[in-house]
C-alpha cells in the first residue's frame, strides 16, 4: 500500500533566504522525513514502512520562504495484528485512516526536529533547565501518546534507542540545526510547519547554527537512503569491525563498515551487493571532506 502527505514548512522570515540555508533546510527535512519513516513502526502496532519516496513539489525563495514536500510510504501491516490496532488502521482493512495518520506523521517528524534541539543544547550547554522548545516537545509527545495510545515514557524509550549512539545523536543535532538555520539567521523568525507555528520565542530557544558548528565533534556525518553498497570483507561473527564496503554515490574507496541496531551480520552474510540506508561519517581536512566510515542502518534489498 501506498501513501502519500504533505509537508509544508514555511518561514516567516522579512528578507530573502541565501540559497546556502535553503540546500540546508530542505537536506535537513529530508532527514527527518527519513528519520520518520524509521521511527513509525515503533509508534504503530503491526505497521512496517518497506521504503519510502521523497519529492520536493514547491521551493518559493521570496519572503516568506515556502517549500512543500511529497513524502510517499508504501506500507504492509503484520496479518496477525490488523484487527488490533486501534485507531490508526480501518477495522479487517489494514488500510491507514489517513486523516488521523497524516496527524501521526507531522506530529512524530516534530518529535524528531524538537528532540534535536534538546540534542543542540546538550552539546553546547551540557544538561540545563527546560526552555520553551523543551517545553513544546513535552506537549508533542502528549499528543502522539493521545494519537498513537503509546504512553509518553515508551515514546521516549524508542528515541532514546535509536540516538543513544554518539554520531546519530549529533548528526540529529546538526539536522536541526539545519532546519531551523533560515530562521535563525533572521532575528528568529517564526515557523509553520503544516499550519502549526512556532514563534519567536520558542525558535530563540534554540541555539544558533554557528555555536553547534563549533562546539559539536569534527567529523561531520551525511546520511544516503536506498544506496548501494558492494561488500568486500566480511566477519559474520561481528557487526562492528571486519566489515568493508565501496559506496558508488560516495567514493570508489573502500570503507569501513559498521552494522547498526537492526541489521545482523546474518542478514548479509555472503552477499555481494545490499542497498539500504546508511550514514557516511567524513574527516575534515582543511575545506574538503573525506569520507572514513560508512554506518548501515537498514537493509532493504539485495542486487
Known sequence: MEHSSEFSVRYLTENPVPIREIIESLQSVETILNETARLLPNVIDGLQVERINIRVREVAQESPLRELFIFSLFLAFQKQLEQEVPDAITEFTGFVVPDRFD????VLALVIVFYGAGAIKDLVFGKGPAGAA???????????????????????GVLEARYKDKTLWTRLANTTSGFFAPSKNQESSPVEVNQRRFDENIIRDIPAEFVVEHESQKHPSRPFTDTLLEIHAQDKDRTASGWYAVIPEVSDKRLKLKLMDGVSAAEIWQRDNVRGDVTVLYDRLGVELVPREVHLERVIGFS
Open 134 to 156: 523543551e517545553n513544546q516537545l513535552n506537549g508533542l509527545l502528549d499528543e502522539l501518546s493521545l494519537a498513537t495510545g503509546k504512553p509518553v515514557k515508551v515514546l521516549r
Open 103 to 106: 496527524t501521526i506523521v507531522t
